[in-house]
């Protein structure tokens, strides 16, 4: 039987860095459900950091899930309308419902969404049109959101009655309708239908494009001393240094991050002509991050164009450098020597909270915060110092549309004769007139 995910589960991770409330939501909303009779056994639902493995593409797996599951619950936030693949997967599994009620004419209530974190000002207009409030659910509901409430009083009164009126309505979906299913969806291709939205009060997003550079081992050619191969992969970009992998590569979960921050990312491995392209990407008005393995440092084919880097100035390009404390053999104290020996010049300054772009050993529960605050402050710095860019020379502008001037006659010749101040108008002159 083909996979048809009970429901999925759509969110901003930028709502819940830590993944705590998200996680104890979600594990909630399907145990209610079992207690309402519902059997999700067999089509397990979809939480990204659950269902995505090592080595799978991350985009492919989110398309198909979207695809083919019966419900949708989106924990709607200003973060969630600001997520650019948060918009995606609304939109995808919208047409879906769309397509089922131009062949049924029928309106499936499969799109659920749930209050996460109270708006400043309005929705999107596309997000209010679905009705995520009833009479039931309380003024609590309204004014602190799900996640203000499994701050408050996760086992409370209110909180249990929200989590099962969604519970009903998730069952009542899945279980009585199936939506023709989008085998071919490519998340790539779809526009979210939140964007040119922009947020009132605090907590206005940023904008741009960063450039995500990585340092890391592959498993056909590991360094002296490290062991342990199952962080890694055949390209650096497998690398998963919070391993067992709750999230499958930091080279995704980077670019989740960078883009709930309302920014584009593109992904590349570092090389020797590292300084070159941050230069070219500061000239072209795009901030850096660069995730560096520590035990990849150590190696030349990294250790040289990192070193280069620590040596120049580059204001507007951060590093981190994930750690795992059930990593035993990264606690060896060499292996953070060797580190400070190729980051020389900004060792100093590293996990300074008022500088926050050099992050040295951040476990997995502060990677979101800290890489989230990086481009932040790196965007910051590169609008206050970014360089206007002239466009190139182009041929003259085309004369304005309207009435047309004669052009001014050419100056007298000494031996022309001067006209008489008081001549007549000739005919000309009052053709041009008309």
């Not at 799109?111 to 596309?126: D, K, S, T, Y």
């Not at 962080?231 to 995704?252: E, F, K, M, Q, R």
């Not at 020996?341 to 772009?357: C, E, T």
């Not at 970014?386 to 466009?391: D, F």
């Amino acid at each position: 039987m083909e996979r048809e995910p009970y429901f999925f589960l759509s969110y901003a991770r930028r709502d819940d860095r830590g993944d705590a409330f998200v996680k104890r939501f979600y594990e909630d909303l399907v145990a209610e459900l079992d207690e309402l009779g519902a059997d999700c056994s067999g089509q397990q639902p979809f939480r990204d950091v659950e269902r995505i493995s090592l080595g799978m593409d991350w985009e492919r797996t989110l398309s198909r899930e979207v695809g083919h599951c019966r419900a949708l619950v989106a924990l709607c936030s200003p973060a969630y309308a600001n997520s650019l693949y948060c918009g995606k997967e609304w939109a995808a599994f919208e047409a879906r419902l769309v397509k089922y009620r131009e062949q049924t004419d029928i309106d499936v209530p499969a799109l659920i969404p749930v209050l996460w974190a109270p708006p400043h000002g309005a929705m999107p207009p596309e997000m209010g049109q679905y009705q995520y409030f009833e009479e039931p659910m309380g003024q609590e509901y309204l004014e602190q959101g799900m996640m203000g409430l499994l701050r408050s009083d996760p086992g409370g009164r209110v909180y249990r009655t929200v989590l099962r009126l969604v519970a009903k309505r998730v069952r009542y979906a899945a279980d009585l309708f199936r939506l023709p299913r989008a085998p071919d969806l490519d998340l790539r291709t779809v526009r979210s239908p939140f964007e040119g939205w922009e947020p009132t009060g605090h907590g206005a997003r940023t904008t741009g494009h960063v450039r995500v550079f990585i340092a890391a081992c592959v498993t056909g050619r590991m360094p002296t001393g490290r062991l342990r191969r199952e962080y890694y992969g055949p390209s650096p970009l497998d690398w998963t240094p919070y391993h067992p992998p709750v999230h499958p590569t930091v080279a995704h979960l980077a670019q989740r991050v960078i883009i709930d921050q309302g920014c584009t990312t593109s992904l590349e491995v570092v090389d020797r002509t590292l300084a070159e392209k941050l230069d070219s990407a500061r000239h072209d008005n795009q901030t850096s991050v660069l995730l560096v393995d520590a035990w990849a440092a150590r190696e030349g084919q990294y250790s040289a164009p990192l070193s280069d880097y620590d040596r120049q100035n580059h204001p507007v390009t951060g590093v981190l450098v994930p750690s795992h404390e059930t990593d035993e053999e990264s606690g060896d104290e060499k292996l953070w020597a060797d580190l400070r020996q190729v980051f020389r010049r900004n060792w100093m300054r590293r996990n300074d909270p008022y500088d926050p772009l050099f992050q040295v050993q951040i476990e997995q529960s502060r990677f979101e915060d800290r890489l989230a605050r990086m481009v932040v402050v790196a965007q910051h710095r590169l609008m206050e110092n970014a360089v206007p860019r002239r466009l190139p020379a182009g041929p003259p502008a085309p004369p304005m549309p309207g009435r047309k001037e004669p052009p001014p006659p050419p100056p007298p010749r000494p031996d022309d004769p001067a006209e008489p101040p008081d001549r007549p108008p000739s005919q000309k002159d009052q053709d041009d007139d008309d």
